[in-house]
């Protein structure tokens, strides 16, 4: 018998057995939740496993050897949130992380953060009576600009034009909406400073000394910018300012990012799914802040109500006991991420910022 009379075989590649693996479950899930899945939401399913499994084949490992379950409902948050790994720019990213579960067995879990171009796509899916979300700007110091101005009902729109030098010294969004109106919602560089506030308060959440070092970072706030904070060694030290917000490779990003966060995040937004709401509630922006958002969201909002007043210490979350990785002084060591340092570090259920 020839080659030609045997009965051909299709071999499949490794990425279409995993998809073939997790679609049905992530679609037979999202259904359950009253979510009827659409060609472009498995696009967003295909893309992002394949995104993480070039991650995890990079490191070395394979799909099976991340926790299952974890895998499952990362790839359901991307179907009901529609965002695409491989978009330009990205709106979504994954990170794989190790932690032990309730046994104490180390097990290797998946991250996924939003990227703030996926924060607009999310704006442009849900926002109450959104039509577009038009291009962000950027507006840098050196370029000219005019602020919108009204006269009763009537609104003129602001002016913009880049130089393209400078700081990123505020960010405009504008909003059409679906009765013609078009919003600009404008958020300024300064505004970003009670988020760093926010970062370095945490920072001091186990600090001994964390009163009096919130007093001096108080006190050399008011009188002080944004980046004279940034580029103040003393600051730098008291607060733990982390590297994504000091180093330069990574400071403006970091600015520009938060800049639009405040816009886009605080514009109303109708789900009309509860399981949806859900996912939103609990989706980060940042990885490295994962655990810090939240709190950081509540005294972001005091910071903004009690500009000039007594230093806002929050109160500890009961019980407040020091985790193990960190010392007397405040500093994190370096170690495993476990489920009791996350239950420690509970940080609410609202996160606008």
């Avoid at 967003?44 to 409902?73: A, P, R």
């Avoid at 000219?144 to 130089?163: H, I, Q």
């Avoid at 393209?164 to 560089?189: H, L, S, T």
């Avoid at 500009?307 to 960190?326: C, G, H």
Wanted: net charge negative.
């Amino acid at each position: 018998m020839t080659n030609q009379n045997l009965p051909s075989k299709v071999y499949k590649s490794q990425l279409a057995k995993i998809n073939d693996t997790y679609m049905p479950q992530i679609e037979s899930q999202l259904h359950g939740n009253g979510i009827h899945m659409t060609e472009y939401q498995r696009t967003c399913v295909i893309n992002s496993i394949s995104s993480i499994n070039e991650m995890l084949v990079k490191e070395g490992i394979s799909v099976g050897d991340v926790d299952q379950s974890n895998l499952t409902q990362t790839l359901m948050h991307v179907a009901a949130l529609q965002l695409n790994a491989t978009a330009t720019p990205r709106e979504v990213y994954f990170i794989k992380r190790k932690q032990k579960n309730k046994n104490g067995t180390e097990i290797q879990i998946i991250e996924m953060g939003i990227e703030g171009d996926g924060n607009d796509a999310i704006l442009s899916r849900f926002g109450r009576n959104v039509k577009t979300v038009h291009r962000h700007w950027e507006v840098r110091e050196h370029d000219e600009f005019t602020y919108p101005g009204y006269a009763g009902l009537a609104v003129t729109p602001p002016s913009w034009t880049p130089k393209g030098k400078g700081k990123v010294i505020r960010v405009v969004y504008p909003i059409e909406y679906i009765d013609g109106q078009v919003e600009f919602f404008i958020a300024e560089r300064e505004d970003v400073k009670a988020n760093l506030l926010a970062h370095m308060y945490n920072n001091l959440m186990w600090d001994n000394k964390k009163t009096e070092k919130k007093e001096k970072i108080k006190e050399f706030s008011e009188v002080h910018t944004l980046d004279e904070i940034l580029d103040n060694s003393e600051m730098q030290e008291i607060g733990k300012i982390s590297p994504a917000w000091k180093e330069p490779q990574s400071r403006e990003s970091m600015i520009v990012r938060k800049m639009r966060n405040r816009i886009v995040k605080k514009i109303p937004k109708d789900f009309s799914n509860a399981y949806i709401e859900s996912i939103i509630e609990s989706a980060e922006d940042d990885y490295q802040t994962r655990q810090m958002n939240r709190k950081e969201a509540e005294i972001v909002d005091e910071i903004d109500k009690n500009a000039n007043s007594e230093v806002f210490d929050p109160k500890p979350i009961e019980p407040e006991k020091r985790p193990q990785n960190v010392t007397e002084d405040g500093e994190i060591q370096e170690g495993v991420f476990t489920e009791v340092d996350q239950e420690t570090f509970d940080l609410g259920e609202d996160d606008p910022y």
